[in-house]
């Protein structure tokens, strides 16, 4: 694989959602694999190791099909009062 094909921190952070500061932090702690250059010591992760990486957070999130409904019935005045959500 060549480098051209490799990410940068920043294009990795952006592709996780996350900051500059926390890729670094996953790779010291082992968590995403980098490949340091040779002479600047810059970091470049493989796109399939990041795409492992977002799949397994994203498996991790609670599924968004439950949540509070609101009263269909209710005059809407703008803001939510108490019992507006029934569970």
Do not use: C, I, Y
């Not at 996350?18 to 995403?32: D, I, K, Y």
């Not at 999130?61 to 019935?73: C, D, F, I, Q, Y």
């Amino acid at each position: 694989m060549t480098t051209k094909e490799l990410l940068n921190v920043r294009d990795t952070a952006r592709l996780l959602g996350v900051h500059e500061n926390t890729v670094r932090n996953w790779e010291a702690g082992g968590l995403l694999r980098a490949v340091h250059l040779p002479g600047s010591g810059f970091r470049r992760f493989a796109p399939q190791d990041v795409e492992r990486l977002r799949a397994e957070m994203f498996e991790q999130l609670a599924p968004a099909t439950e949540g509070p409904v609101v009263n269909p019935g209710r005059k809407r005045s703008g803001r939510l009062v108490l019992g507006d959500a029934t569970e």
